[in-house]
């Protein structure tokens, strides 16, 4: 049984720095009863800690939310006592954007560890929250440093919750002991289809307990259910003070939505009274980049391309905006069917301008695994048969291909999704496709859900297991550890990439070290 059948089974800056406002509603906050209310108390607050993320060279994003309407504001120092610090006047926090909003920092110096706190001020008094601290680091402009990050995905699912009785979600103290330059979230942040109860039975007699809110009481369907799943999270100390000292990178999967959701899907499960997906999908988009410091964009899309320095470009792919509906997934002659035309199309040309060592392809889908969705369709990339490419593999081939032809370099995978550690060696020499040059995909996760595997590899691609640590039985929970994340560094001076695959206490259980090829 995989985590899909269980959970169809119910299972549970001023000055030098410049700014731009992101999403952070209007210039005026709504006034109504409950908001007024709230103006009438004491000084505002800071509810959630502070976030920062899709952090470059030159910018970088900062997110907060408070408790009423309010601006944000932000100052910015290379010092940690915040001497010269620079003060920047954010945006108004507001009901619209369920009191979030964030910030772009432009201007910023390249190589730097920056500190910034973030205030909020009334808008009718002359009175300011207390601060709440983050601090984090640009990339470098050149090859005087390191870089290093870590990654991961799934968090709160298949019903494992918060346990206070556990510390919480303490693996992000293991990744925070690495400290990374930035966190590479895989997708499945929030459970927004894992509804939670307050105990469960686990297989050897003991108890798990679970923090539960409204929210997490059920599935989430309106945009203050979708938006309950991310404070649901935040509610963890642990991810709160990760949160505060390393940025994010986040890109999104299934789960911030619905289990294996696709465009135009209509559901069929009793526990949704709104059956539309693309309904779903709207409100859980709204949500995520409302509550994750995601850089926004007009259109509200989330693949883009993160530049840090000269070692390292990340390419944030979303495999699921534009994913083909789950069936056998083995047509022929099937086009744009998992990143569409138009994601294909930027992926290729920034691949083809990219001037940095690595390129790390962040996927929401391993490529090789096959992952069903019940008894005859495919959730995923890779159908099973081994031979030449069908379905959404086809995509995949084209992008190898086009990569080979255009002397594309040093391509390294990483996603999560299948809640269990892996690394995949993709050799030509033994695929039913071969028109692509060899490379690496790595596999890690959950952070903090139930543990599966393995999933069978297929070998279109010719996919070689290198290691694997699954779960010894379906749906294992966090008690039990088989919680896991990846770490990445990339030597400055030998621009060699090495990738450890860790478990929940920061364990390294295998290692591979990358040599560029020039």
Same mark, same amino acid.
């Given at each position: ?15 030098? %720095? ?8 209007? %210039? ?17 607050? #800071? ?36 001497? @010269? ?29 920056? @500190? ?10 002359? +009175?300011? &929250? ?10 470098? @402009? ?12 799934? #968090? ?9 009785? #556990? ?10 002991? +690495? ?36 929210? =997490? &009481? ?27 000292? +390393? ?27 709104? =059956?539309? *997906? ?8 709204? !949500? ?8 926004? /964009? ?17 390419? *944030? ?26 994601? /294909? ?25 096959? +992952? ?28 190898? &291909? ?19 550690? !892996?690394? @995949? ?23 903090? !859900? ?23 039985? !379906? ?12 770490? *990445? ?30």
């Amino acid at each position: 049984m995989d985590r899909r059948s269980v959970l169809r089974g119910g299972l549970a800056a001023t000055g030098g %720095a410049t700014l731009a406002l992101l999403s952070g509603g209007s %210039a005026r906050a709504t006034r109504t009863p409950a908001t007024a209310a709230l103006l009438r108390g004491g000084r505002p607050r #800071l509810t959630h800690g502070v976030q920062s993320g899709d952090v470059t060279a030159r910018e970088g994003v900062v997110w907060a939310r408070s408790d009423r309407p309010a601006r944000m504001l932000v100052e910015v120092s290379r010092r940690p006592d915040f001497r @010269h610090a620079r003060t920047v006047h954010g945006p108004v926090l507001t009901p619209d954007t369920d009191l979030t909003g964030k910030a772009l920092l432009r201007g910023l110096p390249a190589g730097a560890e920056l @500190h910034y706190r973030v205030r909020l001020a009334d808008l009718d008094r002359r +009175v300011t &929250s207390e601060p709440v601290t983050g601090r984090f680091r640009t990339a470098p @402009h050149d090859r005087g440093r390191n870089v290093r990050f870590v990654w991961s995905g799934d #968090l709160a699912g298949q019903g494992w919750g918060i346990n206070p009785d #556990l510390g919480g979600f303490r693996i992000f103290r293991a990744m925070s002991a +690495v400290d990374p330059d930035f966190f590479l979230c895989s997708g499945d942040l929030v459970y927004s289809d894992g509804p939670l109860a307050e105990t469960v039975k686990l297989p050897d007699g003991r108890t798990w307990r679970n923090l539960v809110t409204p929210e =997490k &009481s059920a599935v989430a369907q309106t945009l203050p259910e979708y938006r309950g799943q991310f404070r649901y999270n935040l509610l963890d100390a642990n991810l709160r003070a990760f949160n505060a000292h +390393v940025p994010m990178i986040y890109q999104w999967d299934d789960h911030e939505t619905v289990n294996n959701w696709y465009p135009g899907e209509i559901l069929d499960l009793p526990q949704y009274t709104e =059956k539309r *997906v693309d309904v779903l999908a709207a409100r859980a988009r709204r !949500a995520a980049f409302e509550y994750t410091p995601m850089r926004s /964009s007009r259109t509200g899309r989330i693949y883009r391309k993160i530049s840090y320095g000269p070692l390292l470009d990340v390419f *944030v792919l979303d495999m699921r905006t534009y994913k083909s509906p789950n069936d056998a997934n083995d047509s022929p002659t099937q086009q744009n069917a998992l990143l569409g035309a138009e994601q /294909s199309a930027w992926l290729k040309r920034e691949l083809r301008r990219s001037k940095a060592t690595w390129k790390v392809m962040a996927a929401d889908l391993p490529i090789g695994l096959i +992952v069903p969705d019940g008894s005859a369709a495919q959730e995923g990339i890779a159908q099973g048969d081994g031979g030449a490419p069908l379905g959404r593999e086809r995509e995949i081939a084209d992008l190898l &291909s086009y990569a080979r032809r255009h002397r594309v370099r040093n391509l390294v995978w990483l996603t999560a999704d299948v809640h269990y550690t !892996a690394a @995949h060696f993709y050799d030509p020499s033994k695929a039913g496709f071969s028109d692509f040059d060899p490379f690496w995909e790595f596999v890690s996760g959950p952070l903090n !859900a139930g543990a599966f595997g393995p999933n069978k590899l297929e070998g279109t691609f010719g996919a070689q297991l290198k290691f694997a640590q699954p779960a010894p039985q !379906a749906n294992t929970s966090p008690a039990d550890g088989y919680q896991f994340f990846g770490d *990445v560094e990339i030597d400055a001076h030998t621009g060699t990439l090495t990738v450890h695959l860790r478990d929940l206490d920061g364990k390294a259980l295998y290692s591979q070290a990358l040599t560029p090829r020039r």
